[in-house]
């Protein structure tokens, strides 16, 4: 495969684009892996990426029902950031940002992540005491890059939004997370399948896992839409589909409920907004940034009921459009482009789980709630290390089925044990 | 939009309801072991399918409602009000 570079750029410029070769390889199943796991998003290919890279691991598959980058890959917001409160989310998701921060040169493929800082508007002194807090932790656990910003600061930044000090909830400052900022999510996804591909990965898509076959506490392989594959080890990265593969193994529970969450872009615009920015009030939630096309690409709150449908209900569009129009006025006369909704694992805290099953080679990767994006590198890394290991990197010891048996529960809202509320 | 039919007020937009959660959930006695509260506080099925759930008619009778709903084509299939004696009471004035 050619490696990407400006050498190549230039050459394969001169002659005609012609020697290009595709990028991964379209193989067929074979009867036995060492690992499989199932799903082809970007947790099941960062996973099988690190499994090679970091333990020698290669005769691996990853099985895709639909095609590679089809899925929550596709229909996400692309905000990355490490601004995390909790004792081993923190950890984790900074060591996520560190990972993002060298990705493109790890991978050899341009991700496109752009650190141009995360922006949290607050509204009320008690809001600046409590960002203060939780950008005081992220400060004392090596995250020098946090800070508050007084008005006049943002209004510089951030030129163009509604400093009105009559607006129902005028803007008093701001939490900047500056390590921050976004990816494109094709370009990580297609990353991800080539680096894999690479070190002997097979992808295997349009590949349905229709069955899991056990021996006791064992399982022994897959039945697919391509035929059995029998395995040592299965990783499970399948997002809200989680429960339905659980069941599929023969168990019933998890603490995992499926939402979905809509996400909105814009016809493209010159350039407007130079950072990620989040608006949290009341019952209002709302995050918007400009991708480097130029449309305005935000979201707001998930539909407030389970779903497993991949299509979103009218009354959030309306919530969001009324946010934007609040957080951004400019953007009234703005057309939308695109408008979709993926399936989302909302867990019981808010928190994932990378973690050993019941069964003895069975390992889950589940409960992404909004955030799996960003997750990415270092879900791939602590979920390739469990699945190598057969025990959890200290970092992701308590992000496991058993924390609240244990009455542990990483909730970094504080909302209880309601799925819906871990927004 | 879902439409519901709510037995107090007639059939109406989901935006004027609340969803509660898993409407199978029993919640065990006061006094019954941990293990039994820890599955019923954070374990689900999380059912692709027909599930029983809780919705509240939060801007309307403000009553608690059983909706059988289908989570993938959210077609519902029954509702009836969430406390069993007024269930009762409905079916004998009807």
Redesign the interface.
């Given at each position: 495969m050619t490696r990407f570079s400006a050498w190549n750029v230039f050459w394969q410029g001169m002659s005609g684009q012609k020697g290009w070769s595709r990028q991964w390889r379209d193989p067929e199943p074979k009867p036995h892996y060492d690992v499989v796991i199932i799903g082809g998003g970007l947790h099941g290919l960062a996973t099988a990426y690190y499994l090679a890279k970091n333990h020698g691991i290669h005769n691996i598959a990853v099985l895709e029902k639909g095609w590679i980058g089809g899925g929550n890959a596709g229909r996400n917001t692309t905000i990355v950031r490490s601004n995390y409160t909790q004792p081993g989310n923190r950890e984790f998701y900074e060591h996520s940002l560190k990972l993002w921060e060298e990705l493109s040169h790890e991978l050899n493929y341009n991700v496109m992540f752009s650190q141009r800082s995360h922006i949290t508007l607050l509204h009320s002194p008690g809001a600046i005491d409590a960002a203060s807090r939780n950008y005081n932790i992220m400060r004392l656990t090596g995250n020098d890059d946090a800070e508050i910003w007084s008005l006049e600061r943002l209004k510089e930044a951030a030129p163009h939004l509604n400093y009105d000090a009559t607006a129902r909830f005028p803007i008093m400052g701001a939490a900047v997370h500056k390590r921050a900022g976004t990816a494109r999510h094709d370009a990580v996804i297609w990353g991800y399948a080539r680096a894999a591909d690479q070190l002997g990965i097979d992808i295997i898509q349009n590949c349905e896992v229709t069955g899991i076959t056990r021996d006791g506490s064992r399982v022994t392989g897959v039945e697919t839409s391509r035929g059995r594959i029998s395995t040592y080890k299965l990783g499970l990265a399948v997002a809200g589909s989680?429960?339905?593969l659980w069941s599929l193994a023969g168990m019933?529970?998890?603490?995992?409920?499926?939402h979905k969450l809509q996400a909105f872009v814009s016809e493209p615009l010159k350039p407007l907004l130079d950072q990620v920015v989040v608006f949290g009030m009341g019952g209002a939630h709302f995050y918007i940034s400009q991708s480097d096309k130029g449309g305005m690409v935000f979201g707001g709150d998930l539909d407030?009921?389970?779903?497993?449908?991949q299509k979103g209900?009218?009354?959030i569009v309306q919530d969001v459009a009324e946010a934007a129009m609040s957080v951004l006025p400019c953007l009234g006369r703005v057309r939308l482009l695109r408008h979709w909704s993926g399936v989302v694992d909302m867990s019981?805290d808010g928190s994932h789980f990378i973690s050993k099953t019941p069964l003895d080679n069975l390992y889950l990767n589940a409960g992404w709630n909004y955030g799996g994006f960003k997750a990415t590198p270092a879900s791939g890394t602590y979920f390739a290390d469990l699945i190598a290991n057969d025990r959890p990197h200290r970092v992701v010891a308590n992000h496991d089925l058993k924390r609240?048996?244990r009455g542990i529960q990483l909730d970094e809202r504080g909302a209880g044990?309601?799925?819906?509320l871990h927004g | 939009m879902i439409r519901i039919p709510c037995p107090f007020c007639g059939t109406r937009d989901h935006s004027e309801f609340s969803y509660g959660g898993d409407g199978s959930i029993k919640y065990p006695a006061l006094d019954a072991p941990m293990e039994d509260w820890h599955d019923a506080v954070f374990q689900r099925e999380n059912i692709c399918g027909r599930q029983v759930e809780t919705w509240h008619h939060v801007n309307g009778c403000r009553m608690w409602l059983l909706v059988e709903r289908d989570t993938m084509t959210h077609e519902i299939h029954s509702v009836r009000p969430a406390h069993p004696d007024m269930a009762q009471a409905l079916e004998v004035t009807a």
């Amino acid at each position: 495969m050619t490696r990407f570079s400006a050498w190549n750029v230039f050459w394969q410029g001169m002659s005609g684009q012609k020697g290009w070769s595709r990028q991964w390889r379209d193989p067929e199943p074979k009867p036995h892996y060492d690992v499989v796991i199932i799903g082809g998003g970007l947790h099941g290919l960062a996973t099988a990426y690190y499994l090679a890279k970091n333990h020698g691991i290669h005769n691996i598959a990853v099985l895709e029902k639909g095609w590679i980058g089809g899925g929550n890959a596709g229909r996400n917001t692309t905000i990355v950031r490490s601004n995390y409160t909790q004792p081993g989310n923190r950890e984790f998701y900074e060591h996520s940002l560190k990972l993002w921060e060298e990705l493109s040169h790890e991978l050899n493929y341009n991700v496109m992540f752009s650190q141009r800082s995360h922006i949290t508007l607050l509204h009320s002194p008690g809001a600046i005491d409590a960002a203060s807090r939780n950008y005081n932790i992220m400060r004392l656990t090596g995250n020098d890059d946090a800070e508050i910003w007084s008005l006049e600061r943002l209004k510089e930044a951030a030129p163009h939004l509604n400093y009105d000090a009559t607006a129902r909830f005028p803007i008093m400052g701001a939490a900047v997370h500056k390590r921050a900022g976004t990816a494109r999510h094709d370009a990580v996804i297609w990353g991800y399948a080539r680096a894999a591909d690479q070190l002997g990965i097979d992808i295997i898509q349009n590949c349905e896992v229709t069955g899991i076959t056990r021996d006791g506490s064992r399982v022994t392989g897959v039945e697919t839409s391509r035929g059995r594959i029998s395995t040592y080890k299965l990783g499970l990265a399948v997002a809200g589909s989680s429960s339905r593969l659980w069941s599929l193994a023969g168990m019933r529970h998890l603490p995992i409920e499926s939402h979905k969450l809509q996400a909105f872009v814009s016809e493209p615009l010159k350039p407007l907004l130079d950072q990620v920015v989040v608006f949290g009030m009341g019952g209002a939630h709302f995050y918007i940034s400009q991708s480097d096309k130029g449309g305005m690409v935000f979201g707001g709150d998930l539909d407030w009921y389970k779903s497993y449908a991949q299509k979103g209900n009218l009354p959030i569009v309306q919530d969001v459009a009324e946010a934007a129009m609040s957080v951004l006025p400019c953007l009234g006369r703005v057309r939308l482009l695109r408008h979709w909704s993926g399936v989302v694992d909302m867990s019981m805290d808010g928190s994932h789980f990378i973690s050993k099953t019941p069964l003895d080679n069975l390992y889950l990767n589940a409960g992404w709630n909004y955030g799996g994006f960003k997750a990415t590198p270092a879900s791939g890394t602590y979920f390739a290390d469990l699945i190598a290991n057969d025990r959890p990197h200290r970092v992701v010891a308590n992000h496991d089925l058993k924390r609240f048996e244990r009455g542990i529960q990483l909730d970094e809202r504080g909302a209880g044990p309601d799925p819906k509320l871990h927004g | 939009m879902i439409r519901i039919p709510c037995p107090f007020c007639g059939t109406r937009d989901h935006s004027e309801f609340s969803y509660g959660g898993d409407g199978s959930i029993k919640y065990p006695a006061l006094d019954a072991p941990m293990e039994d509260w820890h599955d019923a506080v954070f374990q689900r099925e999380n059912i692709c399918g027909r599930q029983v759930e809780t919705w509240h008619h939060v801007n309307g009778c403000r009553m608690w409602l059983l909706v059988e709903r289908d989570t993938m084509t959210h077609e519902i299939h029954s509702v009836r009000p969430a406390h069993p004696d007024m269930a009762q009471a409905l079916e004998v004035t009807a």
